[in-house]
């Protein structure tokens, strides 16, 4: 809504305004282009351009919204799931990714699980096998090694320590 509410105040037309993207009716000039891009800017948004770029941004909003928006509903594997929405070979998605991020597609998936899970105990509203459930590991032993892996703590542990952070309405 801020970007379509931006571009609206400089006179563009936006044709559709998703996550990561804009459609414009006409070709903007590079001063608009620049303008756009100062007050985005201003909001945390950055205007991204070259090609590489837009394809890196369009594999993390798809990892994103998977992992914290549709519950891991992977009906198939995370490059086929890839391949097929961004039309292009795996392999190709998987070097450029690299290459530009300094990290594996995989990496940033793993990633991507284990701040959800993080977010999932926090809750405290689910038990370890539910959420190991919701986002398609294997077991929860599976789902407690890559934790332990990525954060260097246990779940369990990581819920304790949230715990001790906390303070009782009581000790306010």
Same mark, same amino acid.
């Given at each position: 809504m801020v970007v379509k509410?931006? !571009?609206q105040k400089l006179g563009l037309n936006p044709i559709a305004v998703s996550l990561g993207e804009v #459609? !414009? $009716? #006409?070709?903007i000039s590079k001063q608009q282009k620049d303008t756009l891009a100062k007050h985005l800017q201003s909001f945390g948004f950055v205007l991204i351009d070259d090609k590489k770029s837009k394809t890196i941004e369009k594999i993390k909003n798809l990892i994103v919204d998977v992992v914290h928006y549709k519950n891991n509903e992977l009906k198939t594997n995370l490059s086929d799931y890839l391949a097929t929405h961004l039309l292009q070979d795996y392999n190709t998605l998987s070097n450029l990714f690299s290459e530009l991020e300094g990290t594996t597609i995989e990496q940033y998936f793993i990633a991507q699980k284990i701040e959800k899970v993080k977010e999932l105990l926090m809750y405290n509203e689910l038990t370890l096998s539910q959420i190991a459930f919701q986002l398609n590991y294997s077991s929860v032993a599976y789902l407690s090694n890559q934790f332990k892996k990525v954060t260097g703590f246990t779940p369990t542990y990581f819920k304790q320590l949230k715990d001790k952070k906390? $303070?009782?309405i009581e000790a306010l």
């Open positions: 509410s931006k !571009l #459609e !414009l $009716k #006409e070709n906390r $303070k009782q």
